[in-house]
RNA sequence: GCCCCUGUGGCGGAAUGGUAGACGCGGCAGACUCAAAAUCUGUUGCUCGCAAGGGCGUGGGGGUUCGAGUCCCUCCAGGGGCACCA
């Protein structure tokens, strides 16, 4: 290793990060200072921030988000650690081929060019990465172990070919997801979405609904939001699965049951109607007969998904002629309908509506006519009655059955155990735990992501593809003149015989959701050039990871998908571990204010200015109306670009300002003078390190620098526990407070010089995970051999933490009158008689004399009077 | 509609049930300067008062406690997640 005195340093009057950030960047890379070794001796950390999507240029997005990682990184390796800290691309996905399709430069191309680009910006964050083991997903030599665990799935029974409704747009020919139907358009061609039905791969996260969410109480070091989020999107529900008889207009009973699924069977004596899905197998057959029920089918299928459309959409349904007898009353026969409101994909794609206690079986009732029974009313009244609002059960209410035959008086719980048992014992229901959790959909019909190893034969039907074969690589020689899957029309590449038979076949040409890429990146950087996706001895040392960090929005689908993940490939063998990350950062939105004109033109923050309290176009003049503070975004053009910012500032200062005031998982205002303040407050800890170095060798500790001394390693203790725990905004409050003590240290006529040296050297350890090429620069000008990278954690000194007096507050009545400074030990009696002898204690108490008195040692004294 | 989070000076925000406002930004005053910037020093919740010293203060209301920003109930406001899920 190059001793750092080859570094060279000169000592400027400023300090200029463009030119000491790239050497110390340099020294880093050169010296392989992050790249990562096993080494069973030591403790190992794995940090990890979620990698980018290549969009071509990172964003503050991308630079909050990483620097917190690398406070991480740094912190964790001066106190010892192992630390592994890797970056990679997500580099499969749509904006590639749109920028193939609107600029004809080919997804590979443009990825790759994009990626070299954010490297150069990553590098010059400073960032203590292992850059050894980058890794880019759209690469044969990433994806091949995806295409090589699918099969792996394949053969456990982790996937499943079936057809589903997709939003299919009829322009670009092809699926979109939901988010990417906007008013029922697609969002690129703004043609009219068909729903289409499709044969689709699907991953069986539903095998893992209960585990992924039982386990999610042992995830203790992830935000309680988070598993709140996944909880409610696997939405677990206890219920009852039941049949009905059916009978025909005329009353004759068909051969044929009506399954239905609730949670509210406790209302069984309410139900006045059934209603089915529009796919429900048994509308399907009888609309062959129907001409009216084919085209209500018709109908409700042309409405479309969206939420808007759901949310205006009204209740409707079309009697099918059937009617469905109640389980416990034989006599009472309810109308069957088939209904817009009924999904097919959750329970049984069928119903029994009780109007009186929902409010989408009221609305429809109230539309069709049909009576509504209460069958819950609070304890003390007869009986509820029901206008356009159902009767709910307020959470605490007491409240009992009504018109319910044998449930009369009983409790809603007592009268779903009774319902339940009855109806077991009658062999028409049993109780089922049902999940909102739906498989995960794979198959997209795009060419820019991992091809699916699969082909489909004439005779030997789905056949994957031989593991020896692998991978199944993506070709380059396609055209994007044409809407659709180049795949699909590539003239050679789909066309391949049948590893089976032989026989002339047909590659799939659908390929993965990009998710899947995703969503096990973190396990390969373990051991990035294994031959397997995994190697199970750098798996072992390493995983989990120890410390994720990304944004909120994926507190969902990827999150999700990786556990998934875990669990499908331990039960395939390619690991042992169900939860990926042992503990998870969400960290908020970068955002900025908005400006506009007059016209409602938005503009640059870069082209506004700021005189007398208003704004102004800094080119025209024209003044601008404040759009309100959001996140940064190209629409509303309230972008910082990073780039330009550590141009003009340094790494240091935007690292600083990313990490100062604002709690890490709060959205944080992006402000010209939040990152003014970062960096006078660099130049300023350059001017003291400096002082301090100039202030020459020292002695010992005068008593002169005790107070000093103090103040440095109580910070230091706090910077450590803060730094511990994430609360970044803390650690520089503490680094200010020690910055500020030795400005004051150094201003005295006798300046503690040994004080001064140890504080300016405990200062630039403390903020190194912060700003490391500053932290280096001072180090060095400190007269340090070493580099901050290669110097552990510095330790505070206990006996400069204990303090032998303190002050504590005095109160009269629970308000606040006075203060006392006593000995720490001081006995209560004494602390007692000291505050009873205040002034201001007889001034408040007014003559009268304390009742009791409270006394807090360490803490407060409180006398009431 | 259901679930969750947040609410503290002009602003970002501190505060194991124990001195509310650490630290920063901004403001004000002073030093340096011909001047400005930069820097350094002091000051800065509101309010009454010449002062000493009071009063009021953590979205509103209530409660528990010797003591509440912190715990409980309730209402209000802002943000987020899910949403025809039976």
Same mark, same amino acid.
């Given at each position: 290793?190059?001793?750092?005195?080859?570094?060279?340093?000169?000592?400027?009057?400023?300090?200029?990060?463009?030119?000491?950030?790239?050497?110390?960047?340099?020294?880093?890379?050169?010296?392989?200072?992050?790249?990562?070794?096993?080494?069973?001796?030591?403790?190992?950390?794995?940090?990890?921030?979620?990698?980018?999507?290549?969009?071509?240029?990172?964003?503050?997005?991308?630079?909050?988000?990483?620097?917190?990682?690398?406070?991480?990184?740094?912190?964790?390796?001066?106190?010892?650690?192992?630390?592994?800290?890797?970056?990679?691309?997500?580099?499969?996905?749509?904006?590639?081929?749109?920028?193939?399709?609107?600029?004809?430069?080919?997804?590979?191309?443009?990825?790759?060019?994009?990626?070299?680009?954010?490297?150069?910006?990553?590098?010059?964050?400073?960032?203590?990465?292992?850059?050894?083991?980058?890794?880019?997903?759209?690469?044969?030599?990433?994806?091949?172990?995806?295409?090589?665990?699918?099969?792996?799935?394949?053969?456990?029974?982790?996937?499943?070919?079936?057809?589903?409704?997709?939003?299919?747009?009829?322009?670009?020919?092809?699926?979109?997801?939901?988010?990417?139907?906007?008013?029922?358009?697609?969002?690129?061609?703004?043609?009219?979405?068909?729903?289409?039905?499709?044969?689709?791969?699907?991953?069986?996260?539903?095998?893992?609904?209960?585990?992924?969410?039982?386990?999610?109480?042992?995830?203790?070091?992830?935000?309680?939001?988070?598993?709140?989020?996944?909880?409610?999107?696997?939405?677990?529900?206890?219920?009852?699965?039941?049949?009905?008889?059916?009978?025909?207009?005329?009353?004759?009973?068909?051969?044929?049951?009506?399954?239905?699924?609730?949670?509210?069977?406790?209302?069984?004596?309410?139900?006045?109607?059934?209603?089915?899905?529009?796919?429900?197998?048994?509308?399907?057959?009888?609309?062959?007969?129907?001409?009216?029920?084919?085209?209500?089918?018709?109908?409700?299928?042309?409405?479309?998904?969206?939420?808007?459309?759901?949310?205006?959409?009204?209740?409707?349904?079309?009697?099918?002629?059937?009617?469905?007898?109640?389980?416990?009353?034989?006599?009472?026969?309810?109308?069957?309908?088939?209904?817009?409101?009924?999904?097919?994909?959750?329970?049984?794609?069928?119903?029994?509506?009780?109007?009186?206690?929902?409010?989408?079986?009221?609305?429809?009732?109230?539309?069709?006519?049909?009576?509504?029974?209460?069958?819950?009313?609070?304890?003390?009244?007869?009986?509820?009655?029901?206008?356009?609002?159902?009767?709910?059960?307020?959470?605490?209410?007491?409240?009992?059955?009504?018109?319910?035959?044998?449930?009369?008086?009983?409790?809603?719980?007592?009268?779903?155990?009774?319902?339940?048992?009855?109806?077991?014992?009658?062999?028409?229901?049993?109780?089922?735990?049902?999940?909102?959790?739906?498989?995960?959909?794979?198959?997209?019909?795009?060419?820019?992501?991992?091809?699916?190893?699969?082909?489909?034969?004439?005779?030997?039907?789905?056949?994957?593809?031989?593991?020896?074969?692998?991978?199944?690589?993506?070709?380059?020689?396609?055209?994007?003149?044409?809407?659709?899957?180049?795949?699909?029309?590539?003239?050679?590449?789909?066309?391949?015989?049948?590893?089976?038979?032989?026989?002339?076949?047909?590659?799939?040409?659908?390929?993965?959701?990009?998710?899947?890429?995703?969503?096990?990146?973190?396990?390969?950087?373990?051991?990035?050039?294994?031959?397997?996706?995994?190697?199970?001895?750098?798996?072992?040392?390493?995983?989990?990871?120890?410390?994720?960090?990304?944004?909120?929005?994926?507190?969902?689908?990827?999150?999700?998908?990786?556990?998934?993940?875990?669990?499908?490939?331990?039960?395939?063998?390619?690991?042992?571990?169900?939860?990926?990350?042992?503990?998870?950062?969400?960290?908020?939105?970068?955002?900025?204010?908005?400006?506009?004109?007059?016209?409602?033109?938005?503009?640059?923050?870069?082209?506004?200015?700021?005189?007398?309290?208003?704004?102004?176009?800094?080119?025209?003049?024209?003044?601008?109306?404040?759009?309100?503070?959001?996140?940064?975004?190209?629409?509303?053009?309230?972008?910082?670009?990073?780039?330009? $910012?550590?141009?003009? /500032?340094? =790494?240091?200062? !935007?690292?600083?300002?990313? @990490?100062?005031?604002?709690? &890490?998982? *709060?959205?944080?205002?992006?402000?010209?003078?939040?990152?003014?303040?970062?960096?006078?407050?660099?130049?300023?800890?350059?001017?003291?390190?400096?002082?301090?170095?100039?202030?020459?060798?020292?002695?010992?500790?005068?008593?002169?620098?005790?107070?000093?001394?103090?103040?440095?390693?109580?910070?230091?203790?706090?910077?450590?526990?803060?730094?511990?725990?994430?609360?970044?905004?803390?650690? $520089?409050?503490?680094? /200010?407070? =020690?910055?500020? !003590?030795?400005?004051?240290? @150094?201003?005295?006529?006798? &300046?503690? *010089?040994?004080?001064?040296?140890?504080?300016?050297?405990?200062?630039?350890?403390?903020?190194?995970?912060?700003?490391?090429?500053?932290?280096?620069?001072?180090?060095?000008?400190?007269?340090?051999?070493?580099?901050?990278?290669?110097?552990?954690?510095?330790?505070?000194?206990?006996?400069?933490?204990?303090?032998?007096?303190?002050?504590?507050?005095?109160?009269?009545?629970?308000?606040?009158?006075?203060?006392?400074?006593?000995?720490?030990?001081?006995?209560?009696?004494?602390?007692?008689?000291?505050?009873?002898?205040?002034?201001?204690?007889?001034?408040?108490?007014?003559?009268?004399?304390?009742?009791?008195?409270?006394?807090?040692?360490?803490?407060?004294?409180?006398?009431?009077?």
């Amino acid at each position: 290793m190059k001793p750092v005195s080859e570094v060279k340093s000169a000592i400027p009057e400023l300090y200029d990060p463009r030119h000491v950030e790239p050497r110390w960047q340099r020294y880093w890379s050169e010296n392989r200072c992050f790249e990562a070794q096993e080494d069973p001796a030591r403790p190992k950390y794995y940090v990890l921030e979620m990698f980018p999507y290549p969009s071509g240029r990172i964003h503050m997005g991308h630079v909050r988000n990483y620097t917190m990682g690398d406070v991480r990184a740094r912190f964790l390796r001066a106190r010892g650690y192992n630390v592994l800290h890797p970056m990679g691309w997500d580099a499969f996905g749509m904006p590639a081929e749109n920028a193939a399709i609107e600029r004809g430069v080919h997804p590979k191309t443009w990825t790759y060019e994009n990626i070299a680009a954010m490297r150069d910006q990553l590098k010059s964050m400073g960032l203590a990465l292992d850059w050894s083991r980058e890794l880019t997903t759209c690469d044969p030599s990433y994806y091949r172990h995806e295409q090589e665990m699918f099969i792996d799935f394949m053969k456990a029974g982790l996937v499943e070919r079936k057809v589903s409704t997709v939003n299919w747009d009829p322009v670009d020919n092809t699926v979109l997801a939901n988010e990417q139907v906007i008013d029922g358009r697609g969002w690129r061609s703004g043609a009219l979405v068909e729903k289409r039905d499709l044969a689709q791969w699907f991953l069986k996260i539903t095998d893992f609904s209960e585990e992924l969410l039982s386990a999610l109480d042992g995830l203790d070091h992830w935000p309680e939001k988070v598993r709140l989020m996944q909880r409610n999107w696997i939405g677990r529900s206890e219920g009852l699965r039941f049949s009905f008889a059916l009978e025909d207009a005329a009353g004759a009973l068909l051969d044929e049951r009506l399954t239905v699924y609730t949670t509210r069977h406790d209302t069984i004596f309410g139900a006045t109607f059934c209603a089915i899905s529009v796919d429900h197998e048994l509308v399907r057959r009888l609309a062959g007969k129907d001409q009216g029920l084919a085209d209500f089918r018709r109908e409700v299928a042309a409405l479309g998904t969206s939420e808007e459309t759901i949310e205006r959409a009204e209740k409707k349904g079309y009697p099918l002629g059937l009617f469905a007898r109640h389980p416990f009353r034989p006599s009472v026969r309810l109308p069957v309908y088939a209904a817009n409101f009924v999904l097919m994909g959750y329970g049984e794609g069928a119903i029994f509506g009780c109007p009186a206690h929902d409010q989408r079986d009221l609305d429809f009732a109230r539309k069709y006519g049909l009576p509504v029974i209460p069958v819950v009313a609070p304890k003390e009244a007869e009986s509820v009655s029901i206008g356009s609002e159902p009767y709910l059960e307020k959470e605490g209410a007491e409240t009992v059955l009504i018109n319910s035959d044998f449930l009369n008086g009983m409790t809603v719980p007592e009268a779903k155990e009774e319902t339940a048992r009855r109806m077991e014992a009658m062999g028409i229901g049993e109780r089922k735990v049902n999940y909102r959790l739906r498989d995960w959909g794979v198959s997209r019909q795009r060419y820019w992501g991992c091809p699916i190893p699969v082909i489909h034969c004439k005779t030997c039907g789905i056949v994957p593809v031989p593991k020896s074969e692998l991978p199944v690589v993506l070709p380059e020689d396609v055209t994007f003149d044409k809407p659709g899957n180049p795949l699909e029309r590539h003239p050679t590449w789909k066309n391949v015989g049948c590893p089976s038979c032989g026989s002339a076949a047909r590659r799939e040409t659908d390929t993965f959701d990009t998710f899947i890429d995703s969503s096990w990146y973190y396990l390969r950087f373990c051991s990035p050039n294994a031959d397997e996706p995994l190697d199970p001895k750098a798996a072992d040392y390493w995983l989990p990871v120890d410390q994720y960090i990304g944004g909120v929005e994926h507190a969902i689908l990827h999150l999700l998908y990786s556990r998934f993940f875990c669990r499908a490939m331990t039960r395939t063998g390619h690991l042992d571990m169900a939860e990926p990350f042992a503990s998870l950062f969400t960290q908020g939105m970068v955002i900025h204010e908005t400006f506009k004109t007059a016209a409602g033109e938005w503009i640059f923050p870069a082209d506004a200015e700021h005189k007398d309290g208003r704004w102004f176009h800094a080119k025209t003049g024209e003044p601008l109306i404040l759009g309100g503070i959001e996140k940064m975004s190209k629409s509303k053009r309230n972008v910082i670009d990073p780039e330009a $910012i550590i141009e003009r /500032y340094g =790494a240091d200062t !935007a690292r600083w300002f990313m @990490l100062s005031d604002t709690p &890490p998982d *709060r959205d944080i205002e992006w402000t010209e003078e939040g990152v003014e303040g970062a960096w006078r407050f660099t130049q300023r800890l350059w001017r003291l390190v400096n002082d301090a170095a100039k202030i020459g060798a020292a002695g010992n500790f005068a008593d002169e620098g005790v107070e000093l001394r103090r103040t440095v390693h109580r910070a230091l203790q706090a910077v450590t526990d803060d730094l511990s725990n994430l609360r970044f905004n803390r650690s $520089i409050a503490r680094v /200010y407070e =020690a910055a500020n !003590a030795l400005g004051a240290a @150094l201003q005295q006529s006798k &300046p503690a *010089r040994a004080a001064i040296r140890e504080a300016a050297k405990i200062m630039v350890l403390m903020f190194a995970p912060m700003m490391p090429h500053l932290a280096e620069e001072c180090w060095k000008i400190l007269g340090n051999q070493t580099a901050v990278v290669d110097t552990p954690w510095p330790k505070p000194e206990p006996a400069l933490l204990a303090e032998s007096e303190i002050t504590i507050a005095v109160q009269v009545n629970g308000k606040r009158r006075d203060e006392i400074r006593i000995k720490k030990d001081l006995a209560r009696e004494e602390i007692e008689a000291t505050a009873l002898a205040l002034e201001s204690v007889g001034r408040a108490l007014g003559g009268r004399a304390p009742k009791k008195v409270i006394v807090v040692p360490g803490r407060i004294v409180n006398i009431v009077g």
